[in-house]
């Protein structure tokens, strides 16, 4: 049996999104694991406490959504990948990767990582907040800083 | 190319580190790689700023060393694995880790990871702290909490 059947691939749009690519598709073909894509628009904030929220914030949400997702079903096409793999949610970004991985029963999530250190580390880091209650296994492919 | 030439795989010897360890060898033997195994022996306290330093404690240390050095040898054995692929460090979990991977070329470090919330989330993780400034890629291998 495969030891991996199922890979989520969190894509940023980042200069660095090639090599996580490279390295999920690469995984992907070894195991014979079907792959699919995620990219998660954060919230623009808004204070939903306040009666008042402006029609244009919630065009600026939708407008990322669509953007994100034209962005990620080219990368799909370019991967050779159905449109039904992509998934562009909004929210937080570690929710809602392990969310999506619950839901589909992945069984490894492959994202990129900074090695970074100092005050970077402290504020932490998405593959690290990731790590934090993933239902599977994290693969973090390390992003090498210019 | 394969992926992955060289796993350095953290071993702690809680009782999941079976699992851990599974999930390494089936990598190891889908990508051809090589083996290494470490443990992390960390420090006894010592206040080293007082001249007085304890016979006792350092003999401690010692013996917890060769304690470590044994098991692992014994797992390596188990795993058809060279004595000369054992590390037993003493200090600082996450430095020697990584000191290690990047003096052996290491390409992708496996380690245990529970998928803790809450307070113990806060209080980070080792493979939390091996994401951090790792110079290859970290598979965390999620370890089901009972």
Partial sequence: MAIYSHILLAVDFTPATDTVVQQAIELSQTFKARISLVHVVEFVQMDLSNDLVLPQELEIDQDLMNLATQRLQKLARKLDLDESACFVTQGSTRREILHLAEEH??????????????IQRLLGSTANAVLHGAPCDVLAVRIKDE
């Fill in 105 to 118: 029963g992945v069984d490894l999530i492959v994202i990129g990582s900074h090695g970074r250190e100092g």
